[in-house]
Each structure stands twice: as structure tokens, then as C-alpha cells.
């Protein structure tokens, strides 16, 4: 059965520039290693998306719809379709003593943050530094391979698949997260070691505010999503909490504690 918007799948595709044929982004861990793009700890696969849901390029989420489970398909984009044209508007010199200020020493290829726009920097010559702001594939025709690896139906796996794409935490255990389904409302209970974050450009609340919107947006009769902490004390915590109890207590408190 074709697919159709706001049904949840997994896509495996491979990006590349169609002038140079150069990857610049694959689900796939051995097209990464050979174009050398690979990053470590990053886990490679199919990624889970739903159509329409804003997850993808505009052009490419446009040539998944009609595809059918194990389809491949290449998609060409325009710039337009893509990450639009180079603006020469967004290439900006900035002096060399703003750099001075902050303590850093710039070279050609630095990224750089600027009032929440991203850049990289083109040239350093004399006393300014230029920059360009434009996305560093803007201008570019892209090719994609695709193949629409499946089309999720079951409910429970669908919220899994929302949690796997917005909470890239590497300790998150989604057989450890608990969900429940129940009166329009859905109650996430994610494993404990998932709350402590070792990625810093995570924002924990907009990635939950993230998975409950696709939820709700595209499950019928799911009206609230609700995000449990649950920290439950262990028998041997509970153990090691007795024996620190029995070192540091007074010994008339410890009697009072016996009687």
C-alpha cells in the first residue's frame, strides 16, 4: 500500500552533491566510512520519520509520499527544494578585534556561531575575517537514494520511533521505557540512566515538547503525552543507604532507631 502523509515509516537514504557526487549525509554506516563523513558513537540505520511531519526536506518528504514498503527511489532537488540559493546578503566581514576580544584565533574553515546563525569562515586577511552564512550546501542540486525500509503501524512502536528520533540520548534503552496508552492520553516512562544527558546541545524539554507534538498530531484519540520521572530505590541502594546510616548515626540514635 502506497504511503500517504502523516503515516510513520523508517528511511534509509544516501545525500549527495550532484555536481561533485560527494556525500554529505547517510544513514548508512559503510557509505559513511568510505565517503570518511563517519562519526563515532553515532548509531547508523534506518531513521524514523513521518510524512509530513516536517522531518525532512520539503522537496524530498514531497517524492516519499505514494512510495511502497522496500520501494528505492533517487530524488533530485533543486536548490530551491533543498537549502535554497546563496545569498550574498549572509557573507559578512567582521573585524579582527571581535575576535581579539573573545580570545579566539581564527582560520579558514572555523565554524562559527554568531546570534544564533550558523557559519564558516572563509578567509582571514589582514584585519577582518570573512564569513559566510549561507547553509554550506545553499546553491547545491542534491541527489538522494532512498528506500522506504517500513511503515510502522503498531501504536506503541510508533511512539518508540518518536523517541528514537528527538532524544538521541546513547544511554536511552527503549525496551527499559515504559509507555502506556490509555483514555486519549500517553504516559512515557523513560529508563533512568536516559535522563542524564552527555550531549550539551540537547535541549531535554524541546525534544520531549517534540515527540509529544508528532504524537498527538498524528495518532487519533491521543490528546495529552505525559513524561513520568520515576527514580525507584533499589535493594541494593536500599542496602548502602542502612550501612552509611549504621557509620555516621550517633549511638543513641541508632537506639532509638532500634527500639
Not at 190 to 210: G, K
Request: aromatic share 6%; glycine share 8%; charged share 35%.
Amino acid at each position: 500500500m502506497a504511503v500517504k502523509e502523516g503515516d510513520f515509516i523508517k528511511l534509509e537514504f544516501t545525500g549527495r552533491t550532484k555536481e561533485t557526487g560527494e556525500v554529505f549525509d547517510t544513514t548508512i554506516e559503510e557509505v559513511a566510512e568510505e565517503a570518511g563523513i563517519k562519526v563515532e558513537k553515532k548509531t547508523y540505520g534506518p531513521i524514523p520519520v513521518i510524512i509530513g511531519g516536517g522531518h525532512l526536506l520539503k522537496g524530498l518528504d514531497e517524492a516519499v509520499v505514494g512510495m511502497e514498503e522496500g520501494e528505492k527511489k533517487t530524488v533530485e532537488l533543486s536548490p530551491e527544494e533543498a537549502f535554497g540559493e546563496r545569498d550574498s546578503k549572509l557573507i559578512q566581514l567582521i573585524p579582527m578585534k571581535e575576535f581579539k576580544k573573545q580570545g579566539i584565533k581564527p582560520y579558514v574553515g572555523m565554524p562559527l556561531t554568531v546570534e544564533n546563525h550558523n557559519g564558516r569562515i572563509q578567509s582571514v586577511t589582514g584585519g577582518r575575517v570573512r564569513v559566510d552564512f549561507n547553509h554550506e550546501l545553499a546553491g547545491k542540486t542534491l541527489e538522494y537514494e532512498v528506500e522506504l525500509k517500513e511503515v510502522t503501524i503498531d501504536d506503541l512502536e510508533k511512539i518508540k520511533s518518536m523517541i528514537k528520533l528527538h532524544y538521541p540520548n546513547p544511554n536511552l534503552d527503549l525496551e527499559k521505557t515504559e509507555i502506556t496508552i490509555e483514555d486519549g492520553k500517553v504516559v512515557i516512562v523513560m529508563d533512568e540512566l536516559a535522563r542524564f544527558d552527555n550531549q550539551p546541545y540537547m535541549d531535554v524539554t524541546f525534544a520531549r515538547f517534540r515527540i509529544a507534538r508528532d504524537i498527538w498530531e498524528n495518532m487519533e484519540n491521543v490528546e495529552k503525552v505525559e513524561f513520568a520521572d520515576i527514580f525507584e530505590k533499589k535493594e541494593e541502594e536500599a542496602a548502602l543507604a542502612d550501612e552509611i546510616a549504621e557509620e555516621v548515626l550517633p549511638e543513641s540514635l541508632e537506639e532509638e532507631k532500634e527500639e
